[in-house]
């Protein structure tokens, strides 16, 4: 089993930054593609950005150019977040796959932690 738990959410004002962490804990080793995920008050989960066991990463259009995720050795996964706007407002949350490209869904998730963002 792996355990995910995310920090550094809060409430920031629009423009701000926020820098998300993951740490990773278990069987990391069975860990291949790691992603962060949101969902906002009354709409779908919807993936933000992953990074595959090759470092390759995808981001969906909103966050592109403010967003960056990254992580580490020990599997730990960050979501810098930068210029951020009122619409990225919603839980984060951090998942990790046993597939390289996290195409085959994800197989474990931590609990979310929120970001708030005002006008």
């Known amino acids: 089993q792996v355990q995910l738990v995310e920090s550094g959410g809060g409430s920031v004002q629009a423009g701000g930054s926020l820098r998300l962490s993951c740490a990773a804990s278990g069987h990391t080793y069975s860990i291949y593609c790691m992603a962060w995920f949101r969902q906002a008050p009354g709409k779908e989960r919807e993936r933000v950005a992953r990074?595959?066991?090759?470092?390759?990463t995808i981001y969906t259009d909103s966050v592109k150019g403010r967003f960056t995720i990254s992580k580490d050795n020990a599997k730990t996964l960050y979501l810098q977040m930068n210029s951020l706007k009122p619409e990225d407002t919603a839980m984060y949350y951090c998942?990790?796959?046993?597939?390289?490209?996290?195409?085959?869904?994800?197989?474990?998730w931590g609990k979310g932690t929120l970001v708030t963002i005002s006008s």
């Open positions: 990074i595959d066991s090759d470092g390759g």
């Open positions: 998942a990790a796959a046993r597939d390289r490209w996290c195409v085959a869904g994800m197989n474990y």
